[in-house]
């Protein structure tokens, strides 16, 4: 069965204190692994696809990284803006998307 | 341009009752999935419409839920008979041109909360 985990499920950092967020996946055949954001009461946001291993894909502070078997999610000196929780997921056989339970993140000034 | 558009943003009804649960899209996207949210879980990918294909329905948790996409455009998610374990987030989302690996856009939910 695909599955996707995510680690730390919660994560607090001080501003400018770098860290990374971990997906993990276990999945047949990835067509993609697809990072969002999700602030509170709002749907999530569409940050990143990333289709191989060794892809790298930037974003302001976030660079979002693929290995065989995991994503990390790099976060270089947030700002209390970047609290939010952070999902990753990966296609099924069909046309969802089978997402992690996320990592919240909160940063304080 | 305007996202994807969700109705109501709350609602609370009594168990048992039946609700409906309204999606606007994004004009022009051709794929609308509906995904719940509960307290401390993931997203739970529920049905998927794309253009006048026969839709996945394969995440619907029981034959209680069901849904409807009229003119390739609104979809309506329907409860009948409500259960507290129904109080959940439901999300919708649009994606263009329908592929696996197109963006999800999606709206910003409504909440139901099944007293």
């Known amino acids: 069965e695909d599955q996707v985990t995510q680690s730390p499920e919660a994560l607090r950092l001080q501003e400018g204190e770098s860290s990374s967020l971990n997906c993990s996946y276990t999945?047949?055949?990835?067509?993609?692994l697809f990072w969002y954001r999700q602030d509170p009461g709002k749907g999530p946001e569409f940050l990143f696809t990333?289709?191989?291993a060794g892809e790298e894909k930037e974003k302001e502070r976030l660079k979002a990284t693929l290995t065989k078997k995991e994503s990390f999610l790099h976060i270089t000196a947030p700002k209390p803006e970047d609290s939010a929780t952070y999902l990753c997921?990966?296609?099924?056989?069909?046309?969802?998307?089978?997402f992690g339970k996320g990592t919240s993140l909160l940063v304080t000034p | 341009g305007a996202g994807v558009s969700q109705s109501p943003s709350n609602k609370v009804t009594e168990k048992g009752k039946d609700v409906e649960l309204r999606c606007d899209p994004i004009?022009?996207?051709?794929?609308l999935y509906w995904y719940r949210q509960s307290l401390g879980q993931g997203l739970e990918f529920l049905i998927y419409?794309?253009?006048?294909?026969?839709?996945?329905k394969s995440g619907l948790p029981s034959d209680r839920f069901s849904a409807e996409r009229t003119g390739g455009s609104v979809s309506t998610l329907t409860i009948q008979r409500t259960q507290q374990e129904d109080s959940a987030v439901y999300l919708c989302?649009?994606?263009?041109?329908?592929?696996?690996?197109?963006?999800?856009?999606f709206g910003n939910g409504t909440r139901l909360t099944v007293t």
């Open positions: 989302a649009s994606s263009s041109p329908g592929m696996v690996n197109s963006p999800l856009h």
């Open positions: 999945v047949s055949g990835l067509r993609g």
């Open positions: 990333l289709y191989s």
């Open positions: 997921a990966v296609p099924t056989s069909g046309y969802a998307l089978n």
């Open positions: 004009s022009g996207h051709t794929a």
């Open positions: 419409f794309q253009g006048n294909s026969a839709p996945d």
